[in-house]
């Protein structure tokens, strides 16, 4: 058969939207077809219809040629689909053989010596580099996502759907994911790539089929088709990836850092006598490989970690020791890096999550009784100035959102705080590139009302686009402070490396 999936006329529909309308989507054996729409698109919902995690209400599957009813997961198994979804399905202090065969065991005993060899033999195959017996909490994030695809493997899978797969990688580790993307294809499984990430799909994938508020726009060819047309496709308008700013204007130190040394979770120094100035009216970027002290600095500036040595200030005032909720009144607004298990209370819905630093001011609360109409409003203006899309609005869980949409929350609540310190760690982190554009956008105009952002991101083009000025970690180590409209990738990149020295600016 030409085609080893075929989704035909899907329709899933929940309480408040239609997530899937007469979508459409076939698979070739041996190609890589991205699936490519903005966040809440119904991407992931389809997905999971593939996967049996959902049934559709209209619509029918086949998989190789034959008309397939795909109940639960363990269906998809045995027809040969695996997924790894967005967020991975790990137990975090089980090993890497215990995940894998986790709910694929068999007989009474555990052959678990037996499985870990399989494993390993999967491992060099597909050049994942994975060790059997590491514990999931002690593994990078990237390789937690290669004991996924290798779970995957394990059970034969002929189909891998790779949700978001790029999100939270680092650049370096993106590159490997293609190569094993490639190795995957070359051995003549079929992969389905939902990703926002355009260049990523011009590097690997043969065709994609966009999808926009839950509707087919079509089905391109990628080699000839440009970045540029499908963005287009995708969010039904012209995107510039340019970010348009005028020069800032510095004004008065808002955050001091002098001298600055915290530890990491082994208890030796993670950042060391880091010394940086934020100031009015500019965003300075962090750049660096993930790992060399980004964490750290965040944690140590928002009070989650304890300061071995050194001095925080906030406009000329000693935090160094202040409470969390002490930084938040004086004008410290923090999007984290984890949204999931920092930035929302899963299980709150999202009128609660807008209000969690503010619910004990007025006019959200009067001798400890919330007033609920002031709060459903605040949040309901949050949630359609930054386009949050959800089934019941305010009233939705926050678990029920996509990861785009769950992201933008965040930050519509962090800056509607008006902070005069926005810190943004990988703000961008699984957008689509009409949402890139816009929170750049929020950004630039945050800065420009006379406020100062530190802006954390692994992405150096989002770094030099959208900095002033750009510091550059290594190792825990202040390398240098640039302009960054006076240096480019390739400088940056270097100094990253431990290799140039940008000065102080």
């Known amino acids: 058969m030409e085609f080893v999936v ?271 100035d934020v100031r009015a009216g500019e965003i300075v970027g962090i750049a660096g490989v993930e790992g060399n002290g980004q964490t750290e600095l965040v944690e140590a500036i928002t009070g989650l970690r304890k300061v071995e040595s050194g001095r925080i200030e906030m406009e000329g005032q000693d935090i160094t020791r202040e409470s969390i909720r002490g930084r938040i009144h004086k004008g410290i607004a923090h999007i984290p890096e984890d949204r999931q298990k920092r930035g929302l209370v899963l299980d709150y819905t999202l009128e609660e999550n807008m209000i969690l630093q503010v619910y004990n001011r007025k006019p959200f609360a009067k001798r400890g009784i919330l007033n609920k109409a002031a709060i459903r409003k605040y949040a309901s203006s949050i949630l359609e100035s930054f386009d949050v899309r959800s089934g019941r609005g305010p009233l939705s869980m926050s678990r029920s959102l996509s990861g785009g949409n769950q992201q933008k929350a965040i930050i519509g609540r962090e800056i509607e705080l008006d902070p005069g310190l926005l810190i943004a760690v990988q703000p961008t982190r699984g957008l689509d590139v009409g949402s890139i554009e816009y929170i750049h956008k929020r950004l630039i105009e945050h800065r420009n009302r006379g406020k100062a952002v530190l802006l954390i991101s692994l992405e150096l083009d989002e770094v030099l686009n959208v900095s002033d000025r750009i510091a550059v970690l290594n190792n825990g180590e202040l390398i240098g402070v640039v302009n960054a409209s006076e240096t480019n990738e390739n400088d940056i990149g270097l100094m990253m490396a431990g290799v140039g020295n940008g000065g102080d600016q």
């Open 6 to 276: 075929e989704m035909l006329n899907i329709r899933k529909e929940f309480p408040g939207v239609v997530a899937n309308d007469d979508i459409t989507l076939q698979l070739r054996k041996g190609e890589i077809h991205a699936l490519l729409g903005e966040n809440g698109a119904g991407k992931s919902t389809l997905m999971s219809i593939l996967f049996g995690m959902y049934q559709p209400d209209l619509g029918m599957i086949k998989i190789n040629g034959e008309q397939v009813k795909i109940a639960s997961p363990n269906v998809a198994n045995k027809l040969g689909i695996g997924m790894v979804h967005q967020h991975f399905k790990l137990v975090s202090n089980f090993t890497v053989t215990e995940n894998i065969i986790l709910g694929n065991e068999k007989g009474i005993v555990l052959d678990i010596s037996g499985a870990a060899r399989r494993i390993e033999e999967l491992s060099k195959r597909y050049g994942l580099n994975v060790d059997p017996h590491a514990k999931i909490e002690d593994i990078s994030v990237g390789m937690q996502q290669r004991v996924e695809i290798l779970k995957m493997l394990y059970r034969n899978a002929e189909v891998l759907i790779l949700d978001e797969p790029s999100a939270v990688l680092t650049p370096q580790e993106i590159v490997e994911l293609g190569k094993i993307m490639l190795s995957l294809i070359a051995e003549g499984k079929s992969i389905i790539l939902i990703t926002h990430k355009l260049k990523e799909i011009k590097a690997v994938a043969n065709r994609c089929t966009v999808i926009r508020r839950g509707k087919t726009i079509g089905t391109v060819d990628v080699a000839t088709t440009s970045e540029l047309k499908m963005a287009e496709m995708m969010v039904g308008r012209n995107v510039s990836f340019k970010v348009e700013k005028e020069g800032s204007r510095p004004g008065e130190v808002i955050l001091k850092l002098d001298g600055l040394t915290v530890n990491n979770n082994k208890n030796v120094p993670g950042l060391k006598n880091f010394t940086l």
